[in-house]
């Protein structure tokens, strides 16, 4: 059995929103980066937490997960944020551009579709901010069908906290895949 994956979300979970003050936390430094059509001379503004690397690299190098960009960046997370948080260059999930006012045009992330045909019947855990309770749903059926899924959400204002981490960790860690390798 292959390790499951692990879909990571950049916008809410490693450079989380502003507050109603305008304020991200402490924790995170600004970066200026141009993402694929933009411009240098209008980069656009990012906070990142350096420590987000190191928790991550601590979740990879078990080997227990395969690490993959979900995240509306696509390739621009894997040549503009990963390096600025010492990864190595990841692949992604090449979602679409839809034509969309509302993350949630069908109650649940738009992402999901995509990732639900990407993923097959694969096991995953899922990082990002902007789950609904159908997709809660979804990968509670998607579990007790045989195909291990966990969610997790992150406040889109603190984004991705070492918690979060552990709580990958521990999941992972009990799936047959893990206990497989241990043998």
């Not at 507050?19 to 970066?31: I, L």
């Not at 080997?63 to 696509?74: A, D, Q």
């Not at 995509?114 to 579990?143: P, Y």
């Not at 960790?169 to 799936?175: E, I, S």
Request: proline content about 10%; hydrophobic content about 40%; overall charge negative.
């Amino acid at each position: 059995m292959r390790p499951p994956y692990l879909l990571l979300d950049v916008d809410g979970v490693l450079v989380p929103f502003p507050d109603e003050h305008g304020s991200t936390p402490a924790t995170h430094a600004r970066h200026d980066v141009a993402p694929t059509g933009r411009s240098t001379d209008d980069p656009v503004a990012v906070w990142l937490n350096p420590d987000h690397g190191h928790l991550l690299m601590d979740v990879i190098r078990t080997g227990l997960v395969t690490p993959v960009w979900c995240t509306s960046w696509r390739q621009d997370a894997t040549t503009l944020i990963g390096p600025l948080l010492g990864l190595p260059t990841l692949p992604y999930v090449d979602l679409p551009r839809p034509q969309i006012t509302t993350s949630h045009p069908n109650g649940y992330l738009w992402k999901r579709d995509h990732v639900d045909t990407w993923l097959g019947d694969a096991a995953a855990v899922w990082i990002d901010d902007d789950f609904t309770a159908l997709d809660h749903a979804w990968a509670r059926e998607r579990t007790a069908h045989g195909t291990a899924t966990l969610l997790v959400q992150p406040d889109p204002h603190l984004g991705l906290q070492s918690e979060h981490l552990t709580e990958v960790a521990t999941w992972v860690a009990r799936l047959p895949t893990a206990q497989a390798r241990a043998v």
